[in-house]
């Protein structure tokens, strides 16, 4: 673990996230978060994107992929309802040789690395957390820990952002943490062209004609304003793919088909509703007639 000395007290350093997310499509959204976060002047100073969307649309996913494009260390923070203002900063723990260590939360790492710090689900934190962080996201750029009595200030490349699902705020954030993290991203979800493409990314061992069934549900619950979001959709299709795997059984094609087809609808239940299901009705009608 690494480790720095900042005003004589030893910071023990987390390590970056090294996760396998595969941004596909929309690079638009990618140029706008990397348009935050350049400085343009000696003057000025990178902004702090807020990603914005339903749950599973990727904005963990694109804004680790932003920070990657940049050739950073990324650094992921998942926040929660409970997390406290030392949980964003500084954590003292006890050694095992019972002294007091001090641990730099991943911000903080990525704060003194000059990598991308990524709150995700930001809007589950409580005021009270984000104050701790008010005096990074404007031109004073450090943070300070009370429990181990150091200010910590900001690497030149050290850059910022959070996700928010736009149905899961648990605290009403205040003007002044809003005003903070700007500008505003919003994800929707992807054309039907994309969206395949996301499913083959991630899908890479699921036929062709599994892909088809998936995106057609997704782009058939888009057009009805469900919720249901391509996160949705992989895991019914790993799901029902396990089902065949695991039934052990030796099929013909179209019985491995039709099987199939009852797992996805199966599947599509068991990890959504049964709404979810009913999209895929019709594929098991098709080969009940055949």
């Known amino acids: 673990m690494d480790k720095v000395i900042i005003d004589g007290t030893e910071l023990f350093l987390t390590q970056p996230d090294e996760v396998p997310m595969v941004w596909v499509g929309q690079n638009e959204l990618v140029t706008q978060v990397l348009a935050a976060w350049v400085v343009i002047g000696d003057d000025d100073l990178p902004l ?10 990727g904005k963990t996913t ?5 920070g990657r494009s940049l050739k950073r260390p990324v650094y992921l923070f998942q926040a929660t309802m409970d997390t406290r203002p030392e949980d964003l900063i500084v954590t003292p ?15 903080v790492s990525a704060m003194i690395k000059g990598g991308i710090a990524v709150i995700d689900e930001g809007n589950r934190m409580s005021e009270k957390s984000w104050a701790s962080l008010a005096p990074l996201m404007d031109s004073r750029r ?5 429990v181990a009595g150091i200010k ?14 736009d149905d899961a705020s648990t605290f009403e954030l205040p003007e002044y943490i809003h005003s903070r993290l700007q500008p ?13 493409l996301i499913l083959k990314a991630n899908l890479p061992f699921a036929d062709e004609e599994i892909l088809d069934y998936v995106v057609d549900f997704l782009q058939a619950a888009h057009e ?17 793919l396990k089902r065949v795997v695991e039934s052990g059984e030796k099929m013909t094609s179209l019985v491995r088909k039709k099987r199939l087809a009852e797992y996805m609808k199966e599947s599509a239940s068991m990890i959504l509703d049964a709404v979810a299901a009913e999209y895929f009705q019709d594929i098991t009608e098709d080969y009940d007639d055949e």
């Open 62 to 66: 694109l804004a680790y992929h932003a």
């Open 152 to 165: 910590i200030q900001a690497h030149q490349d050290f850059r910022l952002c959070t996700t928010m699902n």
């Open 142 to 146: 450090y943070v300070e820990s009370i």
């Open 184 to 196: 505003r991203i919003f994800i929707d979800f992807p054309e039907r062209e994309e969206e395949l």
């Open 48 to 57: 702090h994107p807020r990603l914005l969307g339903k749950p599973g649309v």
């Open 224 to 240: 009805a304003n469900e919720r249901y979001s391509v996160r949705d959709g992989i895991n019914i299709a790993r799901y029902a």
């Open 93 to 107: 723990v006890i050694s095992d040789q019972g002294k007091v260590k001090y641990i730099a939360s991943p911000i």
